[in-house]
């Protein structure tokens, strides 16, 4: 088993356990379930917008621990007040040491915000929507086009926008109507080698209709100007930020240069 069988068969169990102690209903009257949804696709194309989905995450399977103690109060309210145009945030407690508490508190910020997570199931989107989120992810390497199509339209019927997400060219397939935003990760999670050019090699062969996002091992203003130059509007950045000992210093500091260039 590979990182990702791995990761998607403790997920079956969780989402099992997690069913049995929580009734879809009970999901559905939390305040948060009834916020407004914040568009991702508008807010990346809005003029001026940096296109950057700044990404808390304490750990990960690649590297371990990054930033232990991140505090998710003072680093998600920083990228919101120096410029991201969306936050992600990990709620995946096992592998990446996050939580949905996380996501909760995070809402604070007015721009909207990713529950990043392996989505298989509907009662994973309606726990999303009731902790706040406003975009799910749907990963091509762990679901069937048919399961992208159904989870992507049952998310759109709660108002939720739907990332997904892809490595490979045979994946190109899952891309359906409910898929508007697609992500290019250049990190194959079966095996964690990042190659950043990956995104910028199956850019063309994404619909022209789409808002392309680059995902992972962005760690510099030309990436972005090159992903730019190249049609794409979001640009998902994790582990750059929070390994610095200052992660709000660092994205201040990185927009600063990047709005220079622009
Ligand atoms: O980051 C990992 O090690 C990882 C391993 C297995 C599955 C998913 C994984 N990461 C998810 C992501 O794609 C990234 O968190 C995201 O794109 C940000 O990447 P980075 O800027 O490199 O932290």
């Known amino acids: 088993m590979n990182i990702l069988d791995t990761i998607i068969a403790h997920k079956r169990t969780e989402v099992a356990a997690r069913k049995q102690q929580t009734a879809y209903k009970m999901l559905e009257t939390t305040a948060a379930f009834q916020l407004p949804v914040r568009s991702l696709a508008a807010s990346l194309q809005q003029p001026g917008s940096t296109g950057i989905i700044a990404e808390f995450k304490r750990k990960s399977p690649s590297k371990g621990f990054i930033n232990k103690e991140a505090d998710v109060a003072t680093i998600t309210a920083a990228y919101s007040r120096f410029g991201a145009a969306a936050l992600s945030v990990l709620t995946d407690e096992n592998f990446f040491g996050g939580s949905q508490k996380d996501l909760v508190i995070a809402r604070e910020q007015a721009i909207p915000i990713l529950r990043k997570d392996f989505i298989i199931d509907e009662y994973q989107i309606v726990e999303a929507k009731s ?40 994946e190109l397939g899952h891309i359906c109507s409910a898929t508007r935003i697609v992500g ?20 063309e062969q994404i619909p022209g209709d789409r808002i392309k996002i680059a995902e992972s091992g962005i760690d510099k203003i030309e990436d972005i100007l090159l992903f730019r130059k190249n049609g794409f509007k979001g640009f998902l950045i994790g582990e750059y930020f929070m390994k610095q000992e200052n992660p709000p210093m660092a994205f201040e500091n990185f927009v600063t240069q990047l709005q220079a260039q622009q």
Do not use: Q, W, Y
């Open 184 to 203: 290019i990760n250049n990190r194959d999670l079966k095996t964690f080698k990042v190659d950043i050019d990956r995104s910028l090699k199956m850019a």
């Open 131 to 170: 902790i706040g989120a406003d975009i799910i992810l749907l990963i091509a390497a762990c679901l069937s086009p048919a399961e992208v199509n159904r989870l992507a339209n049952f998310a759109a019927s709660l108002g939720l926008e739907t990332i997904l997400e892809l490595h490979a060219e045979e």
